[in-house]
């Protein structure tokens, strides 16, 4: 959000979604992905959230969309995942967000999610740190890789082989359920009361639904590999101009002696380089795999205020 007029509205019907969002632009870019058009409509298909509080300004035409969660607001959907405000990077627009909240509180008894800061707020501005320090993984073009990783990718260079497709091709339903069914499976013998929100199936039919929409076909790309006949991996994008945030992923899992997530991470990011992309974003999580692959890191704060 920047300098402007400010209006926000409360949305008790998502039905009338249409009526709000119609007079603004499709904010199809990487700053903007989780407030689009696209994943709003697609959200509020699926999820149909019943309380929500739009607020939009006048002069830039921006806007962002909350939901009511109980006797919490947060941008729309979970606040653990990327269901939110992409990034608040600048000092102008964390003072303009501030006042904004304050006004939302004056009529909601209610504690609003401020999502993915990426610097601190002084401590009279918020009651917690919600989710603490997360780190936000990024590749550029200084990506330093270790001996190891490119010894293996030289070892099966000629074993597997790479493709990259977008929502026109007629594989990529049927490789994105794939991706779907997998990455659930895989996080339901993990940790599943840690990953309550994408073990619904309310999640797998809103990204469905979301790759589905013609206006994103070419913002959205999955990345696949195969080993003989066999898919060993599968990764979802979204891209914007020279930005790409790698959102979902699934390997297959047979042996220790290759790692197939890896390796195809290491694939799409040299596709990425190769086709012009500055930053490569493996959104919020310091999981191993990110710092193998020589991912430079900054921090993200969520607060409640």
Known sequence: MREGVYNIETIDNVSVIERYLKPYCSLVNYRQLFMSKEWIKSYCTVYKPNKMVFVYNTYTQEYI??????????????????????????????????HIIEQIKLGEQVSVHLNCVTSPLFKQSYNEVFWGLVADLMIHEEQQVSAKLKKLQRKYNNTIQYH?????????????????LGRKIVLSTKAPNDNSFSLDERFVAFIRLLCAQPSLYESVFIDYGKEQDQVVSIGLYFRNHNYALYYLRWCLHISTRVSYGLLQDMWSIQQCQLNGYRVVDFSRGDEPYKYRLGLNEYKLYNYII
């Open 65 to 98: 969309l909350f939901e009511k969660q109980g006797s919490t607001l947060c941008c729309l959907g979970d606040p653990l995942n990327d269901f939110n405000l992409c990034n608040i990077r600048e000092a102008h627009e964390l003072e303009e967000w501030l």
């Open 164 to 180: 990259r497709i977008t929502p026109d091709n007629p594989n990529f339903v049927q490789l994105l359920d794939q991706l779907l």
